[in-house]
Structure formats: C-alpha cells, structure tokens
C-alpha cells in the first residue's frame, strides 16, 4: 500500500484501509507521496489516500459516528523493513522512526518506468 499524496494519516482513512492489507503506520502519522504504508495482500502496489478525512455535513444521521476501531498495527522493526524491501524500494532511518518508500515517489513516473520494463 503505498501513499499517494502529502499529509497526515487519520483513523477514518486506515479503518477503510484495512481490509486491503497490513498497515504500518498509526494515525497521526506524517505520510507523503510514494511513501509504503501497508503490505498489500496481493503482489502489486496500490496507491491508497490515508488523509481522507469523513464528509462533513450538518445533516447528523443515527449511529453514523461510530468510533472507527483499528486492529492490531505492528510497528515496522529494522528486520522487518529489510525482510519486506524489494528492488524498487528504498528504507529511511532516523532515530524516531523507520519508513519505507518507492525509489521514485510519484505514481505517474512509476507507472512509466514499470511499462517500460
């Protein structure tokens, strides 16, 4: 699962997020562009948006404001990261954090450069 734009990662967002695979982010997360935030459950890549945010609206409905409660999201470990990169991917380590993310971060140019292969 890999970001498609600029932001940081809301609950609303990864709830919908989940089905589709194993998140590795938390929300409140700052997420950018080409940036992996999940393992897909098939083999390709998915360009998800994890900073939708709810449609606000003034017209309340019953029960519409239920609490989204995640799973279970194991933080991404050093072996980890190495186990999960592939030849495409890149990982960066800071003291605060270990992210994952695509060599090239735009999804247009990626699209490019796997036709071309």
């Given at each position: 699962l890999v970001?498609?734009?600029?932001?940081?990662?809301?609950?609303?967002?990864?709830?919908?997020?989940?089905?589709?695979?194993?998140?590795?982010?938390?929300?409140?997360d700052p997420v950018y562009e080409g940036m992996i935030v999940g393992e897909h459950n098939r083999e390709n890549d998915l360009n998800v948006n994890p900073c939708k945010t709810k449609k606000l609206s003034n017209i309340r409905a019953a029960g519409k404001d239920d609490a989204e409660v995640l799973s279970l999201i194991i933080p991404l470990t050093l072996e980890k990261a190495v186990q999960f990169i592939r030849g495409n991917e890149l990982m960066e380590v800071t003291p605060s954090s270990i992210r994952l993310r695509k060599a090239e971060l735009s999804a247009q140019k990626r699209k490019t450069i796997d036709r071309g292969k």
């Open positions: 970001s498609d734009r600029q932001g940081t990662a809301v609950p609303y967002a990864l709830f919908n997020l989940e089905p589709r695979g194993n998140l590795f982010i938390m929300p409140g």
